[in-house]
């Protein structure tokens, strides 16, 4: 988001539009947690796999 728009989300912060703020910040944070999450798993996951079986994918 660029920088305007996010003075424009804290400024609303403070308006009664306040909880659909805080709600959509929360999904945006829990949605890169989880993609974060996923990425790091998949990452640990083929590494093990290179690992383990590096001689053959070779």
Same mark, same amino acid.
Request: with cysteine; aromatic share 4%; hydrophobic share 40%.
């Given at each position: ?8 989300? %804290? ?9 659909? +703020?805080?709600? #959509? ?12 999450? %996923? ?9 093990? +796999?290179?690992? #383990? ?6």
């Amino acid at each position: 988001m660029t920088t305007t728009g996010t003075h424009i989300l %804290d400024a609303l912060c403070w308006t009664p539009a306040a909880p659909l +703020i805080r709600a #959509a910040r929360r999904h945006r944070i829990g949605y890169r947690t989880r993609e974060q999450t %996923d990425v790091h798993r998949i990452s640990s996951l083929l590494s093990t +796999i290179m690992l #383990a079986h590096g001689d053959m994918l070779s």
